[in-house]
């Protein structure tokens, strides 16, 4: 079982830049077994898939977030993070650290899930 | 990508069976098999309860269980109980590596 622990700021002021970490304790971040992903979710709304990286250091990015976000790993550490650039108050949430299994390469499901932290974008 | 459709609420009393739709398009749930279904508490993160359309994970309940119509997904649960109370989440792999969620579901056991 894999445990995660979001890490970051509470507060974010407009237009500048979001910086979380997700701190990967069970398996190896290196291993190859999971897509590394971020997830948000908004006060009282549905979830949102930001983006996954993967060991390879391959990306994939949720299209309506594309051009502001970045993901990569630090195997080192056994860390993943996220940048999200030039926020407004609407990325104010609730951010989630999680695992993708794979099938085939293939997204298959969320498995293992941070706690989450909530960002605020507020000057 | 557009979010996939839920209810905004649903609600059943207690032994009940209640079923949440989860609508999306040929480009999501209408092509692909990945379907998975996430129960979410109060001030908890999302746990997954179906995969593949219709997979349970070890360990949880009989009583959820899934399917798949065209564009939409549904979740079912059987036999209510107080404990199931709370948000469920739809969501698709969409092609091109990408993953879409529903907008949530609110479970009101009465």
């Known amino acids: 079982q894999v445990q995660l622990q979001e890490s970051g700021p509470g507060l974010v002021k407009p237009s500048q830049t979001l910086s979380l970490t997700c701190s990967v304790s069970g398996d190896s971040i290196s291993s190859g077994n999971y897509y590394w992903s971020w997830?948000?979710?908004?006060?009282?709304?549905?979830?949102?898939?930001?983006?996954?990286?993967?060991?390879?250091?391959?990306?994939?990015?949720?299209?309506?977030?594309?051009?502001r976000v970045s993901m990569s790993l630090n195997t080192s550490k056994s860390q993943f993070s996220l940048k999200l650039t030039s926020v407004t108050a609407a990325d104010t949430a609730i951010y989630y650290c999680a695992t993708i299994t794979m099938l085939g390469g293939v997204p298959y499901y969320f498995d293992n899930w941070g706690q989450g932290t909530l960002v605020t974008v507020s000057s | 990508q557009s979010a996939l459709t839920q209810p905004a609420s649903v609600s059943g009393s207690p032994g009940q069976s209640i079923t949440i739709s989860c609508t999306g398009t040929r480009d999501d749930i209408g092509t692909y098999n990945f379907v998975s279904w996430y129960q979410q508490y109060p001030g908890k993160a999302p746990t997954i309860i179906i995969y593949e359309v219709d997979k349970r994970p070890s360990g949880v309940s009989t009583r959820f269980s899934g399917s798949k119509s065209g564009n939409?997904?549904?979740?079912?649960?059987?036999?209510?109980?107080?404990?199931?109370?709370?948000?469920?989440?739809?969501?698709?792999?969409?092609?091109?590596?990408?993953l879409v969620f529903g907008g949530g579901t609110r479970l009101?056991?009465?």
């Open chain 1, 39 to 67: 997830v948000r979710q908004p006060a009282g709304k549905g979830l949102e898939w930001i983006g996954r990286t993967y060991i390879s250091g391959s990306t994939n990015y949720n299209p309506s977030l594309r051009g």
């Open chain 2, 72 to 98: 939409t997904a549904s979740l079912t649960i059987s036999g209510l109980q107080a404990e199931d109370e709370a948000d469920y989440h739809c969501c698709s792999y969409g092609g091109g590596s990408a």
């Open chain 2, 108 to 110: 009101t056991v009465l």
